[in-house]
Protein backbone atom coordinates (compact mmCIF):
# COMPACT_ATOMS: atom_id res chain seq x y z
CA UNK A 1 0.00 0.00 0.00
CA UNK A 2 1.14 3.85 -0.55
CA UNK A 3 2.04 5.92 2.44
CA UNK A 4 1.58 9.06 3.84
CA UNK A 5 2.51 10.97 6.49
CA UNK A 6 -0.68 11.11 8.85
CA UNK A 7 -1.19 13.82 11.98
CA UNK A 8 -3.79 11.70 14.52
CA UNK A 9 -3.46 15.06 16.89
CA UNK A 10 -1.37 18.56 17.47
CA UNK A 11 1.92 18.17 18.73
CA UNK A 12 5.92 18.56 18.03
CA UNK A 13 7.06 17.16 15.04
CA UNK A 14 7.05 13.67 16.27
CA UNK A 15 3.22 13.28 15.40
CA UNK A 16 4.11 13.57 11.80
CA UNK A 17 3.77 9.44 11.50
CA UNK A 18 4.63 7.21 7.99
CA UNK A 19 1.36 5.84 7.95
CA UNK A 20 -0.33 3.19 5.34
CA UNK A 21 -3.42 4.83 3.49
CA UNK A 22 -5.53 3.21 0.59
CA UNK A 23 -4.46 5.01 -2.77
CA UNK A 24 -6.66 8.18 -3.53
CA UNK A 25 -9.17 7.82 -6.23
CA UNK A 26 -9.85 10.87 -8.60
CA UNK A 27 -13.19 12.45 -9.04
CA UNK A 28 -14.75 14.99 -10.85
CA UNK A 29 -11.79 16.92 -12.24
CA UNK A 30 -9.36 16.14 -10.24
CA UNK A 31 -6.16 14.87 -11.26
CA UNK A 32 -4.02 11.56 -9.68
CA UNK A 33 -0.57 12.71 -9.25
CA UNK A 34 2.14 10.44 -8.39
CA UNK A 35 4.35 12.48 -6.23
CA UNK A 36 8.36 13.38 -7.12
CA UNK A 37 8.88 15.68 -4.21
CA UNK A 38 6.79 17.97 -2.11
CA UNK A 39 7.46 21.31 -0.74
CA UNK A 40 8.11 21.64 3.49
CA UNK A 41 6.61 25.27 4.33
CA UNK A 42 6.26 27.19 7.62
CA UNK A 43 2.62 26.64 7.82
CA UNK A 44 2.30 23.04 8.07
CA UNK A 45 4.27 23.53 11.43
CA UNK A 46 1.32 25.75 12.06
CA UNK A 47 -1.02 23.22 11.19
CA UNK A 48 1.09 20.01 13.08
CA UNK A 49 0.86 22.33 15.99
CA UNK A 50 -2.54 23.27 16.58
CA UNK A 51 -1.89 26.98 16.13
CA UNK A 52 -3.91 26.30 12.78
CA UNK A 53 -6.40 24.12 13.72
CA UNK A 54 -7.50 21.30 11.47
CA UNK A 55 -9.27 18.05 11.21
CA UNK A 56 -8.02 14.58 12.34
CA UNK A 57 -6.69 12.88 10.92
CA UNK A 58 -4.87 14.97 8.58
CA UNK A 59 -1.92 14.77 5.96
CA UNK A 60 -0.06 17.80 5.85
CA UNK A 61 1.10 19.55 2.52
CA UNK A 62 -0.26 22.01 -0.39
CA UNK A 63 3.06 22.30 -2.46
CA UNK A 64 4.18 18.84 -4.47
CA UNK A 65 5.47 18.14 -8.29
CA UNK A 66 5.32 15.14 -9.99
CA UNK A 67 3.16 12.82 -12.86
CA UNK A 68 -0.02 12.69 -13.30
CA UNK A 69 -1.19 8.44 -13.07
CA UNK A 70 -5.22 8.99 -13.68
CA UNK A 71 -8.29 11.69 -14.18
CA UNK A 72 -11.22 12.12 -12.43
CA UNK A 73 -14.14 11.90 -15.39
CA UNK A 74 -14.32 16.03 -16.03
CA UNK A 75 -10.80 16.43 -16.08
CA UNK A 76 -9.37 18.25 -18.78
CA UNK A 77 -6.18 20.09 -20.26
CA UNK A 78 -3.61 17.15 -18.79
CA UNK A 79 -3.30 13.59 -19.61
CA UNK A 80 -1.73 10.26 -18.07
CA UNK A 81 2.10 10.95 -18.16
CA UNK A 82 2.15 14.79 -17.82
CA UNK A 83 4.36 16.32 -15.55
CA UNK A 84 2.68 19.31 -13.33
CA UNK A 85 3.26 21.42 -10.30
CA UNK A 86 1.25 22.63 -7.67
CA UNK A 87 1.13 24.76 -4.54
CA UNK A 88 -2.70 24.76 -3.83
CA UNK A 89 -2.97 20.92 -3.04
CA UNK A 90 -3.91 18.88 -0.34
CA UNK A 91 -2.32 15.86 1.63
CA UNK A 92 1.15 16.66 -0.28
CA UNK A 93 3.09 14.79 2.12
CA UNK A 94 2.57 11.21 0.51
CA UNK A 95 2.94 8.94 -2.37
CA UNK A 96 0.10 9.66 -4.05
CA UNK A 97 -1.96 12.88 -4.14
CA UNK A 98 -4.59 14.82 -5.24
CA UNK A 99 -5.40 18.12 -7.15
CA UNK A 100 -7.76 19.96 -9.14
CA UNK A 101 -6.88 20.44 -12.75
CA UNK A 102 -7.31 24.18 -13.03
CA UNK A 103 -5.01 24.35 -10.16
CA UNK A 104 -2.22 22.10 -11.99
CA UNK A 105 0.89 23.87 -13.40
CA UNK A 106 2.49 22.33 -16.37
CA UNK A 107 6.27 21.89 -15.82
CA UNK A 108 8.07 22.36 -19.06
CA UNK A 109 11.06 20.20 -20.32
CA UNK A 110 14.56 21.36 -19.24
CA UNK A 111 13.16 21.16 -15.52
CA UNK A 112 13.16 18.61 -13.20
CA UNK A 113 10.28 18.00 -10.88
CA UNK A 114 12.84 18.28 -7.77
CA UNK A 115 12.68 21.70 -8.74
CA UNK A 116 9.47 22.27 -9.54
CA UNK A 117 8.30 21.16 -6.68
CA UNK A 118 10.35 23.87 -4.98
CA UNK A 119 9.23 27.12 -7.01
CA UNK A 120 5.43 26.62 -6.94
CA UNK A 121 4.72 28.18 -3.18
CA UNK A 122 7.68 30.47 -2.26
CA UNK A 123 7.91 31.49 -6.24
CA UNK A 124 4.21 32.89 -6.67
CA UNK A 125 4.68 34.15 -3.60
CA UNK A 126 7.73 36.54 -4.82
CA UNK A 127 6.05 36.73 -7.86
CA UNK A 128 2.78 38.17 -7.06
CA UNK A 129 4.55 40.66 -4.02
CA UNK A 130 6.57 42.52 -6.52
CA UNK A 131 4.04 42.20 -9.68
CA UNK A 132 1.04 42.91 -7.82
CA UNK A 133 1.21 43.70 -4.19
CA UNK A 134 3.83 46.16 -4.71
CA UNK A 135 4.82 47.23 -8.60
CA UNK A 136 8.65 47.38 -7.88
CA UNK A 137 10.11 49.71 -10.13
CA UNK A 138 13.55 50.10 -12.09
CA UNK A 139 15.88 52.18 -9.52
CA UNK A 140 13.55 51.49 -6.11
CA UNK A 141 15.01 50.49 -3.30
CA UNK A 142 13.74 47.93 -1.38
CA UNK A 143 14.29 46.02 1.70
CA UNK A 144 12.86 42.15 2.07
CA UNK A 145 13.71 40.11 5.25
CA UNK A 146 15.23 36.60 5.82
CA UNK A 147 17.44 36.52 2.50
CA UNK A 148 18.59 33.34 2.61
CA UNK A 149 15.19 32.10 3.14
CA UNK A 150 13.08 29.80 0.08
CA UNK A 151 11.19 33.39 -0.60
CA UNK A 152 14.29 35.63 0.05
CA UNK A 153 16.48 33.99 -2.17
CA UNK A 154 13.86 33.91 -4.83
CA UNK A 155 12.75 37.81 -4.71
CA UNK A 156 16.50 39.09 -4.02
CA UNK A 157 17.25 37.68 -7.61
CA UNK A 158 13.27 38.77 -9.26
CA UNK A 159 14.12 42.45 -7.78
CA UNK A 160 17.42 42.38 -8.78
CA UNK A 161 16.70 41.46 -12.55
CA UNK A 162 13.89 44.61 -12.55
CA UNK A 163 16.74 47.17 -11.37
CA UNK A 164 15.68 47.45 -7.69
CA UNK A 165 18.33 48.22 -5.11
CA UNK A 166 18.02 44.94 -2.90
CA UNK A 167 18.78 45.35 1.06
CA UNK A 168 17.99 42.49 3.25
CA UNK A 169 18.68 40.64 6.54
CA UNK A 170 20.15 37.46 7.97
CA UNK A 171 21.41 35.71 10.83
CA UNK A 172 24.38 34.35 9.86
CA UNK A 173 27.39 34.43 7.97
CA UNK A 174 26.56 31.41 5.83
CA UNK A 175 23.13 32.96 4.92
CA UNK A 176 25.15 35.98 4.30
CA UNK A 177 27.45 34.81 1.53
CA UNK A 178 24.04 33.03 -0.10
CA UNK A 179 22.37 36.50 -0.17
CA UNK A 180 24.84 38.19 -1.94
CA UNK A 181 25.46 35.41 -4.04
CA UNK A 182 21.86 35.57 -5.15
CA UNK A 183 22.65 39.37 -6.07
CA UNK A 184 21.39 41.52 -2.91
CA UNK A 185 23.15 45.16 -2.57
CA UNK A 186 23.59 45.87 1.12
CA UNK A 187 23.72 42.37 3.94
CA UNK A 188 22.56 43.00 7.52
CA UNK A 189 21.98 41.57 10.41
CA UNK A 190 18.61 41.53 12.43
CA UNK A 191 19.89 43.95 15.15
CA UNK A 192 19.56 47.28 14.56
CA UNK A 193 18.96 46.97 11.04
CA UNK A 194 16.49 49.37 10.43
CA UNK A 195 19.00 52.08 11.92
CA UNK A 196 21.24 50.40 9.14
CA UNK A 197 18.97 50.85 6.64
CA UNK A 198 18.84 55.11 7.03
CA UNK A 199 21.92 55.08 6.95
CA UNK A 200 22.43 53.62 3.86
CA UNK A 201 19.81 55.47 2.48
CA UNK A 202 21.16 58.99 3.52
CA UNK A 203 18.11 58.75 6.20
CA UNK A 204 15.60 58.51 3.68
CA UNK A 205 14.42 54.86 4.06
CA UNK A 206 13.29 52.39 1.48
CA UNK A 207 10.04 52.53 -0.90
CA UNK A 208 9.03 49.17 0.24
CA UNK A 209 9.91 46.57 2.82
CA UNK A 210 8.75 42.79 2.28
CA UNK A 211 8.17 40.95 5.71
CA UNK A 212 7.92 37.79 6.19
CA UNK A 213 8.99 37.41 9.75
CA UNK A 214 6.21 39.02 11.61
CA UNK A 215 6.69 39.82 15.19
CA UNK A 216 10.81 40.09 15.33
CA UNK A 217 10.97 42.95 12.47
CA UNK A 218 7.59 44.52 12.26
CA UNK A 219 8.80 47.32 14.24
CA UNK A 220 12.16 48.18 12.66
CA UNK A 221 10.46 47.18 9.28
CA UNK A 222 7.91 50.65 9.82
CA UNK A 223 10.97 52.53 10.81
CA UNK A 224 12.92 51.24 7.77
CA UNK A 225 9.79 53.01 5.43
CA UNK A 226 10.50 56.36 3.20
CA UNK A 227 7.63 58.82 3.60
CA UNK A 228 4.48 56.91 1.97
CA UNK A 229 5.83 53.72 1.62
CA UNK A 230 5.09 50.23 1.71
CA UNK A 231 5.45 47.75 4.47
CA UNK A 232 3.81 44.33 3.58
CA UNK A 233 3.03 41.86 6.02
CA UNK A 234 3.44 38.64 4.27
CA UNK A 235 3.94 36.29 6.73
CA UNK A 236 5.02 35.41 11.00
CA UNK A 237 7.37 33.15 10.77
CA UNK A 238 8.26 34.34 14.65
CA UNK A 239 4.79 34.83 15.26
CA UNK A 240 2.13 37.46 14.90
CA UNK A 241 2.22 41.09 14.83
CA UNK A 242 0.28 42.13 18.01
CA UNK A 243 -2.28 44.51 17.20
CA UNK A 244 -1.57 47.88 16.92
CA UNK A 245 -2.65 51.59 16.64
CA UNK A 246 -3.28 52.83 12.93
CA UNK A 247 -1.97 55.72 14.04
CA UNK A 248 1.38 54.45 13.82
CA UNK A 249 1.35 54.62 10.05
CA UNK A 250 0.57 58.57 10.10
CA UNK A 251 3.46 58.86 12.26
CA UNK A 252 5.78 56.85 10.46
CA UNK A 253 5.31 58.99 7.68
CA UNK A 254 1.45 58.35 5.61
CA UNK A 255 2.90 54.60 5.06
CA UNK A 256 1.00 51.76 4.36
CA UNK A 257 1.07 48.62 5.34
CA UNK A 258 -1.30 45.93 3.98
CA UNK A 259 -1.44 41.84 4.79
CA UNK A 260 -1.65 39.79 1.43
CA UNK A 261 -1.89 35.56 0.93
CA UNK A 262 -0.75 33.65 -1.73
CA UNK A 263 -4.50 32.40 -2.35
CA UNK A 264 -6.07 35.72 -2.96
CA UNK A 265 -3.39 35.94 -5.80
CA UNK A 266 -4.14 32.66 -7.58
CA UNK A 267 -7.83 33.45 -8.39
CA UNK A 268 -8.32 32.26 -11.76
CA UNK A 269 -6.38 29.80 -13.97
CA UNK A 270 -5.06 32.47 -16.25
CA UNK A 271 -3.32 34.24 -13.20
CA UNK A 272 -1.70 30.78 -11.79
CA UNK A 273 -0.69 30.54 -15.38
CA UNK A 274 0.76 33.87 -15.75
CA UNK A 275 2.95 33.66 -12.40
CA UNK A 276 3.72 29.81 -12.85
CA UNK A 277 5.52 30.02 -16.92
CA UNK A 278 7.12 33.59 -16.02
CA UNK A 279 9.02 31.38 -13.46
CA UNK A 280 9.69 28.08 -15.17
CA UNK A 281 10.79 30.16 -17.89
CA UNK A 282 13.27 32.09 -16.10
CA UNK A 283 14.44 28.91 -14.50
CA UNK A 284 15.16 27.55 -18.03
CA UNK A 285 16.90 30.62 -19.13
CA UNK A 286 18.97 30.09 -16.40
CA UNK A 287 18.15 33.57 -14.96
CA UNK A 288 16.46 32.28 -12.11
CA UNK A 289 18.23 29.98 -9.33
CA UNK A 290 16.21 27.75 -7.19
CA UNK A 291 18.23 26.52 -4.12
CA UNK A 292 17.13 23.78 -3.13
CA UNK A 293 18.79 23.98 0.58
CA UNK A 294 17.73 19.87 1.90
CA UNK A 295 16.01 16.69 1.03
CA UNK A 296 13.94 14.38 2.76
CA UNK A 297 12.93 10.85 2.92
CA UNK A 298 8.90 11.06 3.62
CA UNK A 299 9.66 9.15 6.78
CA UNK A 300 12.46 11.99 8.34
CA UNK A 301 9.18 14.45 7.99
CA UNK A 302 10.10 15.24 11.40
CA UNK A 303 13.06 16.14 11.34
CA UNK A 304 12.47 18.46 8.60
CA UNK A 305 10.01 20.24 10.40
CA UNK A 306 12.58 20.17 13.55
CA UNK A 307 14.99 21.55 11.04
CA UNK A 308 12.89 24.34 9.74
CA UNK A 309 11.48 25.77 13.21
CA UNK A 310 15.39 26.19 14.43
CA UNK A 311 16.27 27.95 11.33
CA UNK A 312 18.63 25.52 10.25
CA UNK A 313 17.10 25.48 6.41
CA UNK A 314 18.34 27.78 3.50
CA UNK A 315 16.42 28.08 0.56
CA UNK A 316 13.78 25.24 -0.38
CA UNK A 317 13.03 21.65 2.19
CA UNK A 318 11.64 19.03 -0.11
CA UNK A 319 10.18 15.49 1.57
CA UNK A 320 11.18 12.71 -1.24
CA UNK A 321 8.83 9.59 -1.26
Known amino acids: MPTAIVIQQAGGPEVLKVTEVDRPTPAGSELLVRVAAAGVNYIETYQRS ?24 EASGFAVGDRVAFAEGKGTYAEFTLVEADKALPVPEGISLETAAALPLQGMTAHYLINTTFTVQLGQTVLTHAG ?13 ARGA ?38 GVGVDVVYDGVGRATFDGSLASLR ?18 DPQRLASAGSVHLTRPKLLDHLLTVEERRWRSSELFAAVVD ?7 GATYPLEAAAQAHEDLEARKTTGKVLLVP
Open 286 to 292: GSLKVRI
Open 165 to 202: RVITTVSTDAKDALAREAGADEVLRYEGFDTAVRELTN
Open 50 to 73: GYYPVGYPFTPGAEAAGEVVALGP
Open 227 to 244: KRGTLVLFGAASGPVPAF
Open 148 to 160: AGGVGLLLIQLLK
